[in-house]
């Protein structure tokens, strides 16, 4: 079993500490992973994306030309990356800020108000986890448990105040799937 997937936005939304969660919690699971960030030079707003493949064999190149998932956080992120999408792929978008229609006819498509639900969570802060709680729910490529016990190896010690309410956005997304 291998996947791939593309995490898009922009700089600011977290794009990077979820591909890094998402890489570590597989490394704990014994899997092989392979994660490719990229941001432009700006602080905050331009382009950010990470790519990430995990397989239960070796991974031949961490470059992802067609991800089997786009999680898409703005209309930056889909505008860059839909036409990559494999066939038959899933995209899971954040539609409090992207309200174009989905080109892609073969696509499975998820969409939440990212924003909006982690605004009502209390931390605006937190869509990033509560997407990726939607896509390892979707994908069921790794145990939300090893999430979570990540959390603390990715965040950085001056965000830890964080960890508790990211735990929390996973296990959202993680429950919003099952409506999906």
Do not use: W
Not at 39 to 68: F, H, N, Q, T, W
Not at 124 to 148: C, E, F, H, T, W
Request: contains cysteine; hydrophobic residues 40%; proline residues 2%.
């Amino acid at each position: 079993m291998e996947t791939s997937l593309i995490i898009c936005g922009s700089g600011g939304q977290g794009i990077l500490l979820a591909g890094t969660l998402l890489a570590y919690a597989g490394l704990k699971e014994g899997k092989y992973v392979t994660f490719l960030p990229s941001y432009g030079a700006e602080k905050r707003g331009g382009l950010s994306y990470c790519a990430v493949v995990i397989s239960d064999v070796e991974i031949s190149s961490p470059v992802v030309g067609y991800p089997m998932t786009i999680i898409a956080l703005d209309n930056i992120g889909i505008d860059t990356y839909e036409d990559t999408l494999a066939k038959n792929g899933l995209i899971i978008l954040n539609s409090s800020l992207i309200k174009r229609e989905i080109k892609r006819k073969d696509a499975k498509v998820i969409k939440l108000d990212f924003n909006d639900i982690a605004k009502e969570m209390g931390n605006p802060r937190v869509l990033n986890m509560i997407a990726l709680g939607v896509y390892i729910a979707q994908k069921k490529v790794l145990k939300l448990d090893s999430l979570i016990s990540s959390l603390e190896k990715v965040i950085s010690k001056r965000h830890l105040d964080m960890l508790e309410d990211n735990k929390k956005a996973l296990e959202k997304g993680v429950m919003l799937c099952q409506y999906q």
